[in-house]
């Protein structure tokens, strides 16, 4: 089998909120072409390191970050690299479904798009409709693409949020627990998308849902209090952890 | 365990009660004014109402008749002129100050100016206008009474537009720079138009607001008994008007008075009912496409 390349990786990385240290220096190599999960108490820097890696952490008043984070061997945080550039190659989906309220469900998939410049009626047409079917949606909205966005149900809402992600076709996707404010349901239905999503996009999602991370993620990491404490593949953190820790948190001794 | 309270909840029903009394009554102290007003200037004015109130000028004094055209026509075109200074401006201010820079030296001094003004007292804008742009030209003028509105209208403005954005929560902002959006067309192309009704709303209010003000326009427009449209002349309208016939001793214009008062209540509320009828207009053609089926299923 041919070694899968790296698209991304974190080289020491740091986060900062003022003062305060929020990530100690943490470096993982994520590959093409695949699930990667963040594991960890509440509190320990996960959305924090996450937010780092497509320079939305940077947007909070005071916050900053130290490090490397390489995109196919390129620093972003350099300082010639535009931060619109980067999150045009490093999507996200938020923990809570948050489609563009004033926009209908078409315009919420392709609004990246129509920002970016793209006028061709046909064309938009065709990313809504592809990204919306990637997504698993399109079947539940084709007859009502003009409704708000936010008339959709939550498990639908974020959905649609993929979809928009989707849409600009970046090749690394974030997901800060996605799931987490949905039914089993629609949860299952987002895990099965992922395992789609995973054929094309490199994908990392923190989660607190440690059958979630065993069931889909190819890799897992484990952080407590800004630091890594053990990654690898996930059969074997799930089944046998290297560290003491990771075995008392996952089997729920610690957390 | 025994449920033996029956006191204990008569006397908490009681005190229910009591306070929903309270609040009930504030409700209607509230209301009381608005409807008097209203009921009032309707009985006092609506008779002096007639097509020549809105098509003729003022006789000559001591002649029974005349209208207000003038100073209707007047204070829509002041109002336009306010409105066209200080709303774009206005607009602008808001977004800076609830999209950038939040935290900077210059944000938090016009944060402060914008409180000021809005105390201002309007005698006091009206001067400022007079000096400005009276005094230097040599005559009252339509423009100085414009600039004087639009001092009444910028702040209200610039208020509602900073708060009804602050109300946007972050993850939306976050949502769209996280899709490679620049932040400026994030602010402009998704947080303000997803603001649309509610700054519309505040536009609204600061409009109506300054179509009704008399002081800023005493020594700025001033006011004149003719038709003009020009905008380094004198202006009537409709508030200063008004003040000058009811103070007149004169019985017809103090008639007249009272219909130019009911007529700039009309006015006013006018602006407030269609910017609303506007912003619900989904709700509206909701209602009726609704009503519309009821009426179809009672057919069949
Ligand atoms: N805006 C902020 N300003 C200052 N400190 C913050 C801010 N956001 C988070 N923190 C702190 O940074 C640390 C990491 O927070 P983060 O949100 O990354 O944790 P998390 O692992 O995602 O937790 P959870 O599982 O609850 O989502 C916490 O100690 C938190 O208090
Ligand atoms: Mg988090």
Known sequence: ??????????????????????????????????????????????????????????????????????????????????????????????????????????????????????????????????????????????????????SLSGGQQQRLCIARTIAVDPPVILMDEPTSALDPIATASIEELMMELKKEFCVIIVTHNMQQAARVADNTAFFVLGELIEQGASEQIFTNPKQKKTEDYITGRFG | MMIETTNYYRWRKFKNRFFQ???????????????????????????????????????????????????????????????????????????????????????????????LLTGVPSIIVGIFAYILLVVPMKSFNAMAGGVALSIIILPIVTRATEEILKLVPDHIREAGLALGIPRWKVIFMIVVPGSFKGIFTGVMLAISRAAGETAPLLFTAFGNMYMSYRI?????????????????PFEDWQRQAWGGAFVLIIIVLGINLTSRAIINRNELINFFSELKKKLNSKKA
């Open chain 1, 1 to 150: 089998m041919e070694e899968a390349k790296t698209i991304l990786s974190t080289k020491n990385l740091e986060c900062f909120f003022g003062d305060f240290q929020a990530v100690k220096g943490i470096s993982i190599d994520y590959k093409e072409k695949s699930i990667n999960a963040i594991i960890g108490p509440s509190g320990c820097g996960k959305s924090t390191y996450l937010r780092s890696l497509n320079r939305i952490h940077e947007e909070i008043p005071g916050a900053y970050n130290k490090g490397e984070v390489n995109l196919l061997g390129k620093n972003i945080y350099e300082k010639d690299v535009d931060p619109v550039l980067i999150r045009r190659n490093i999507g996200m989906v938020f923990q809570k479904p948050n489609p563009f309220p004033s926009l209908s469900i078409f315009d919420n998939v392709v609004i990246g798009l129509k920002l970016q410049g793209v006028k061709n009626k046909s064309l938009l047409q065709e990313k809504a409709e592809h990204s919306l079917r990637k997504a698993a949606l399109w079947d539940e909205v084709k007859d009502k693409l003009n409704k708000p966005g936010t």
């Open chain 2, 21 to 115: 009394f309270l609040l009930i009554m504030a409700a209607i102290a509230v209301l009381t004014p608005i409807l008097l007003i209203v009921q009032y200037t309707f009985v006092k004015g609506a008779g002096s109402l007639n097509l020549d109130f809105f098509t003729n000028l003022p006789k000559p004094v001591g002649e029974v008749g005349g209208g207000m055209r003038h100073a209707i026509l007047g204070t829509l075109y002041l109002v336009a002129i306010g409105a066209a200074i200080a709303v774009p401006i206005g607009i602008m201010a808001g977004i800076y100050l609830a999209e950038f820079d939040k935290k900077s030296a210059l944000s938090r001094i016009l944060s402060f100016a914008i409180d």
């Open chain 2, 232 to 248: 380094d002349q004198p202006m009537a309208s409709l508030p200063v008007q008004i003040y000058n016939y009811a103070i007149s």
